[in-house]
């Protein structure tokens, strides 16, 4: 399955998707600074000097200088962005418009005056567009990526600051850590290219001004947030821009509404999961795709949606023509509940049950309704829903492969939480029908 991209024939057009929106990150960002006063004195006294600020590419530099709009939009520039830095040097949107068209500004108005650019002449059909010919007798590409396997864990914060303050042999924390030895010995030997970390924000990236229910993360790097007592002592998080803006195209072309983020800060329940599978490290062995969903503020995405969205993305991953090797992580949960006379909730046979389903019948067990969730396994115990976005994402889901489960594991308690973990391999068959062309 190769996405469809047939808006790069329109002529004269260049269309802001997630690939230009990353090519183009920074340029955009700077033309954002130009919205507050000091900000624009400063560019306009110097130019090249405000301009070296920014880690802008020498030709995304040298557009803006020239004044040459259709190579700042060629290489990632949008024109709303590039509005605020024409509206700098005092240029009208006609102005602008008008230097892309090799029109002076009263030529470009007269036409307007006139009805505008006419369509006729300016279809696709209308050009002959040599690139387009050429890629089209190209070969298809004979490799693309793979998922090799899904982990669940839970991502509990009492976890994180037990490893970073070295109590891991303590009694209390020893069976906790003792039940991922052998998770970190897996990912030595099956370490992936990518991880897609699928995960929930605790009021740390995001407050009740933005509440999204999906998040792509599609920037090239994330920090470790400060959760009120200062971030984590682990690496940051470098992402894979060009994968996570693969993976928003083909996502929301299936229409999964999407919000797409170049630019958060990642707590424990993306750090801790690294940690448990991956150990102290300087610099975390692979790239890393966050995604975000709110299982904070109801309504939040129901089991169902999560499975869909899985299945969703094993297509988008397996559609990309590189070969990567990807992982999907699944976190949240178990059962807890940390509010109100209820907390400290646990449910040690409904957890279990959830893991059996979870491995032998994830479609069904993906029907369970909200209720049962805070009922069973407590208020929090909704976080349970992100691991079916991991699940949906294997190759036994459509019976186009097997799985392998690996490794389990469950103990009571981490904290106020039940903490459970497995890791299911996934073997396609060599012809998938996710994978076709």
């Known amino acids: 399955m190769s996405l469809d991209k047939t808006y790069r024939q329109v002529p004269g057009t260049t269309i ?7 090519k183009g990150y920074h340029l955009n960002q700077f033309c954002m ?40 939009i060629e290489h990632g520039g949008n024109i709303y962005f590039l509005s605020k830095w024409g509206a700098t040097l005092g240029l009208s949107f006609q102005q602008m418009a ?4 090799g029109m002076s500004e009263a030529e470009y108005r007269d036409m307007m005056l006139h009805g505008g650019r006419a369509i006729e002449g300016n279809r696709i059909a209308d050009q002959v567009r040599e690139a387009h010919h050429a890629s089209a007798v190209l070969p298809a590409p004979t490799e693309h990526a793979h998922i090799s396997g899904a982990v669940f864990t839970s991502h ?70 400060d959760e009120g007592y200062g971030p984590r002592p682990v690496p940051g998080v470098e992402g894979d821009p060009e994968l996570a803006a693969h993976i928003a195209h083909s ?11 170049n630019e958060m800060t990642v707590d424990h329940g993306l750090t801790v999961p690294l940690t448990l599978m991956f150990g102290d490290v300087e610099k975390w062995p692979c790239k890393v795709i ?38 999907v992580w699944g976190t949240g949960g178990m059962s807890h509940q940390l ?13 279990n049950r959830f893991l ?10 993906s029907q369970v309704p909200h209720l049962e969730y805070v009922e069973e396994a407590g208020s929090e115990g909704i976080e349970l829903v992100m691991w079916f976005i991991a699940r949906g994402a294997l190759a036994d889901v459509d019976d186009s492969g097997t799985i392998e489960v690996k490794h389990r594991f469950y103990h009571v308690p981490a904290s106020n939480t039940a903490v459970g973990h497995l890791i299911l391999e996934n073997h396609p068959r060599a012809t998938s029908p996710a994978g076709k062309e």
């Open 98 to 101: 008008g230097s892309m068209t």
């Open 33 to 72: 600074s130009l919205m507050t006063a000091t900000n624009r004195e400063r560019y306009l006294a110097d130019e090249r000097a405000y301009l070296d600020e920014w880690p802008l590419t020498e030709v995304q530099k040298q557009a803006l200088l020239d004044r040459d709009l259709n190579t700042a």
């Open 251 to 261: 996502l929301i072309r299936e229409d999964f509404d999407l919000t797409l983020v």
């Open 16 to 22: 802001f998707d997630a690939e230009q929106s990353a």
């Open 156 to 225: 509990v914060p009492a976890i994180g600051v037990a490893w970073d303050q070295h109590k891991t042999e303590e009694p209390y924390w020893k069976q906790v850590f003792d039940g991922y030895e052998y998770s970190k010995q897996w990912e030595r030997e099956n370490l992936p290219d990518v991880v897609f970390l699928v995960y929930n924000d605790h009021a740390t990236a995001f407050d009740q001004r933005v509440i999204p229910t999906f998040v792509l993360g599609t920037g090239a790097s994330y920090p470790a947030a």
């Open 356 to 365: 059996d389903a979870l491995v032998d019948d994830p479609a069904t067990l």
């Open 290 to 327: 966050p995604f975000h969903v709110n299982v904070v503020q109801y309504p939040v995405p129901s089991g169902a949606r999560c499975f869909a969205l899985g299945q969703a993305l094993r297509r988008a991953i397996e559609s990309y023509d590189r070969p990567v090797n990807v992982q």
């Open 339 to 351: 509010q109100g006379p209820r907390a400290g909730l646990i449910n040690r046979e409904w957890d």
